[in-house]
């Protein structure tokens, strides 16, 4: 046997694992593996071995010893019979991957007795050295044969600081796990509108904006992630059309909660609106369970934007790279912060964040060389904006931006689904909301004859057989009006054209000074938004932008513009303040809404007692002077400060915005002008910011609240009078908000 290691670097033609996977399959056994290669190398010989992907990721690595050779005329594909000696603790839980896919194993690979094989470490990451290519001679392996998508993120470990991050990659998942700076920085920018309901991709060709249909040739892509019953994964459409009889391995709207704390009220308040199980993350975050496994949303998000990627690819016949990703205006930095990540770990690098109502504004005035001043209504599947904008040929400023982020055409379905199922209990005296099979298929039937209703002035609604009662079987059968669903949501959309007047009322505008109003998403369709909108503004809305595709066709627009002489000009704004607590749980804006973009602004800070050496500054995100009400961000922790007499010790803390209005804080010692350490803690239970805060513990359980109240913030009073039908109130199920996590902000000052 030769002493001598012979290294072998082997680059593949295609440039995701999953691919890997399936072609490797057949050639890889528990202990060894068939390596196709031209330059055979001697039995004996001892290897290290490394398998890369097209952009140079390393996915596979361990140590071997050649025990066979194969070469041609006797065998069709040259090659080397490994046994394995070490790999590396992800190639083995690749390796495990593999070998669970069950595929025919090739007469090729080694028959080998069992042999302990020894865990590498993980050694250096991946190169940027030039590597073999699959068509130069050497170790090329182009005689696997290839085809499908032309790729999925690679899987990789890495680690990302912040709380979006996830604590560890899956191998399981078709996800990426490494830097930015691992993923080329080439090829064309699609955009991506990442939605509640729907997604939708574009890229401009020829000049052309134009909308990238999904593989059944939809213009939209559902954004639902599933696993079936046999535990595969599923993404888009497939995933929707098993949803009925699997609701419970089925997660879609999971953008209403990415980058939201577990414990925050408002996920308290809406998890149980959803079939499937929503948990707490490692981090604190809400995270979903599939199939009994625990999953992080970013990673749901990842895997709707990983399809979309292979959808682009495979349309326009090469790797895609770079997208700009558009989110709701009103997202605060954790959900920005969450995006990001989620672009990432589909193996892209985002290029820009762009608000929903600024894409869409885009997508109106691009090329138009207009001099206006708009509104764009954005009601989407979960969320809702409203934005003004002033267009100045190719500058687009926006002005005033609101919103709110648990308002959407989800909650129109739920009061059309709670409708009829109070209608069916006291018809028959059944209840059915605790199936979750049956209370899917109300929710299809639902949102049918809601889209009905935007056609017809009534619409037949049937569920056959929903439940039995004495032994025979009862069906869902009634007739809904326009009417009567316009009465069931009136108040939601009296709570849109209040926000509307809210930011134009932060400028100093009326609705008299708007010259178009822009409808973007699906629920806008509703007639009853077109009424209330032409009455309030005075003009009919906008209808030459379509609802489902505009964003995505203005975030295409984004980056066609990048690096162009004509270049689009975006001044942003901030949506929501963003400052600090202060003892007692008040709240002291550092930045103002509205702020134009980018910004920065500091102020000065002192140690609070004597000998202090650390200090700790918590973080919020909103507009009440009550911590209690706005979203927090983290804390921002200094230590190792030097001991001193309380005062002496002062810090400059900078806030920085980018254009993403992403949050970057910084603190620096006064006296020694060093930078110090800073940690953002984002896992502060309640009783820590309490005590950070030096406030009270919380008073005794306050009265119920409804599902709908805090996310539509009106007082419980304001709400109801609002509400035009006496039997709403049996219609909203109502959650106790005093005791357990549901307050754990909201009753921090003992409101």
């Known amino acids: 046997m030769s002493e001598e290691r012979v290294s072998i670097k082997i680059r593949l033609k295609y440039s995701d694992v999953t691919t890997f996977q399936q072609r490797f399959a057949p050639f890889m056994s528990r202990y060894g593996m068939f390596l196709p290669m031209r330059q055979l190398k001697a039995k004996g010989t001892l290897l290290v071995f490394e398998i890369f992907l097209a952009n140079k990721q390393r996915i596979f690595k361990g140590e071997g010893e050649v025990i066979t050779t194969y070469s041609p005329p006797q065998h069709s594909i040259p090659g080397i019979g490994i046994r394995f000696t070490a790999l590396d603790e992800w190639s083995h839980q690749l390796l495990e991957q593999i070998l669970h896919q069950q595929f025919p194993l090739s007469p090729l690979v080694p028959q080998l007795a069992p042999a302990p094989i020894q865990v590498m470490g993980d050694g250096e990451k991946a190169t940027r050295e030039e590597l073999p290519a699959v068509s130069s001679p ?19 470990r890495g680690s990302v600081t912040g709380a979006s991050a996830v604590a560890s990659p899956r191998p399981h998942l078709p996800l990426f796990f490494g830097s930015e700076e691992e993923i080329p920085a080439t090829g064309p ?81 809406i998890k149980n609106r959803f079939h499937y199980n929503i948990i707490e993350t490692e981090r604190g975050d809400a995270g979903v369970e599939l199939s009994a496994e625990p999953f992080h949303l970013q990673e749901m998000s990842a895997l709707i934007l990983n399809e979309i990627k292979e959808i682009a690819q495979t349309h326009l016949q090469q790797p895609i790279y770079r997208a700009v990703i ?66 100045h040929h190719e500058v687009y400023e926006v002005l005033s931006t609101g919103g709110n982020t648990f308002l959407g055409g989800v909650d129109f379905d739920n009061r059309l689904i709670d409708y009829v199922v109070e209608h069916f209990t006291r018809q028959h005296g059944v209840e059915v909301r605790e199936d979750p099979v049956k209370m899917q298929r109300i929710k299809d039937a639902v949102e049918k004859a809601k889209c009905d209703l935007s056609l017809e002035d009534s619409s037949a609604l049937l569920v056959p057989y929903i439940a039995v009662k004495e032994g025979q079987p009862l069906d869902i059968k009634m007739t809904l009006t326009r009417e009567h669903l316009d009465l069931l949501v009136e108040d939601l959309v009296e709570e849109t054209i209040r926000v509307c007047d809210e930011v134009l009322h932060a400028q100093g505008l009326t609705p008299q000074d708007i010259d178009e109003v822009i ?94 050496t650390e200090l700790d500054i918590v973080i919020f995100q909103g507009e009440s002077d009550n911590v209690g009400d706005n979203e927090y961000l983290g804390t921002l922790s200094l230590h190792n400060i030097p001991k001193a007499p309380k005062g002496k010790i002062q810090f400059e803390i900078r806030f920085q915005l980018d254009f993403e209005s992403l949050l970057t804080v910084t603190a620096r010692n006064l006296a020694t002008n060093e930078v110090q350490e800073v940690v953002m803690n984002t896992q502060d239970t309640p009783q820590d910011l309490r005590r950070k805060l030096g406030m009270p513990e919380p008073p005794p359980e306050s009265p119920p609240q409804t599902h709908l109240e805090p996310a539509l913030g009106h007082p419980p009073q304001q709400f109801a009078s609002q509400t035009p039908m006496a039997p709403m109130k049996a219609m909203q199920p109502e959650a106790k908000s005093g005791g357990g996590v549901l307050g754990w902000l909201k009753r921090l000052i003992g409101k």
Not at 326 to 333: E, M, Q, T
């Open 138 to 156: 050497g170790p090329a392996v182009a005689t696997i044969p290839s085809g499908g998508p032309i790729g999925r993120a690679t899987s990789n």
């Open 519 to 612: 409808l973007v998403g699906g629920q806008t369709r509703m007639p009853l938004v077109h009424k209330r909108l032409t009455d309030h503004f005075g003009k009919h809305p906008h209808r030459n932008v379509h609802p489902d595709e505009a964003v995505a066709i203005g975030a295409a627009l984004l980056a066609f513009s990048f690096g162009r002489s004509d270049k689009i000009r975006l001044i942003d704004v901030l949506a929501m303040s963003i400052g600090v607590g202060l003892p007692g749980g008040r709240f002291k804006p550092i930045i103002s809404r509205n702020t134009k973009l980018p910004f920065q602004k500091t102020y000065t800070i002192g140690t609070t007692r004597d000998q202090q």
């Open 189 to 269: 920018i699609i955009g991506i509108d990442l939605g509640t309901t729907n997604s939708c991709c574009a890229i401009v060709e020829n000049n052309r904006p134009g909308v990238i249909p999904s593989r059944y040739g939809y213009n939209t892509i559902p954004s639902i992630v599933a696993h079936d019953e046999r535990g595969n994964l599923l993404v888009g459409h497939p995933a929707k059309s098993q949803m009925l009889l699997n609701p419970q391995n089925t997660v879609y709207g999971s953008k209403r909660l990415v980058g939201r704390k577990y414990q925050s009220p408002i996920v308290q308040i």
């Open 326 to 391: 558009s989110v709701p205006a009103y997202y605060n930095d954790n959900q920005r912060q969450a995006v990001r990540r989620a672009g990432l770990m589909a193996g892209m690098k985002v290029e820009r964040i762009v608000n929903e109502p600024t894409a869409a504004a885009l997508a109106y005035g691009f090329g138009r060389g207009l001099e206006q001043r708009l509104l764009v209504y954005d009601l989407g599947g979960g969320t809702f904006d409203a934005s003004v904008l002033h267009i």
